[in-house]
């Protein structure tokens, strides 16, 4: 309790795209503004890009490039000092071993 989840701009883009992506009608496409409406929402920036580029460095220099969005995510995670929930822990399972990124399973 007393916890609120913090969603990253690629995840709000993200929504917009499967909106699109799944063709739906003007009434439903209202619904995920809305629903972000009271979210917390992480912008993109400078700051968060160079975490990205460390982070996507690391991966490939081990040989294990990481899912581009999911490394987004993990950046602004890593920038905020937050724990990062995702259903694509294999995906992102390289960053487990990277500081200040920790992967809760959601």
């Not at 799944?22 to 400078?46: D, E, F, Q, T, Y």
Request: charged share 15%; aromatic share 8%.
């Amino acid at each position: 309790m007393g916890k609120q989840p913090v969603l990253t701009f690629v995840t709000a883009g993200e929504l917009a795209q499967w909106t699109k992506l799944r063709h739906w009608g003007l009434g439903n496409l209202a619904m995920p503004g809305s629903w972000l409406a009271g979210k917390l929402v992480i912008p993109g920036g400078k700051a968060i890009a160079a975490v990205w580029g460390g982070l996507s460095a690391v991966a490939i220099q081990g040989g294990r490039p990481r899912p581009v969005t999911g490394t987004w995510v993990a950046a602004c995670c890593r920038a905020y000092r937050l724990p990062l929930a995702t259903f694509d822990l294999k995906g992102l399972q390289g960053l487990r071993r990277v500081p200040q990124v920790g992967l809760l399973e959601a």
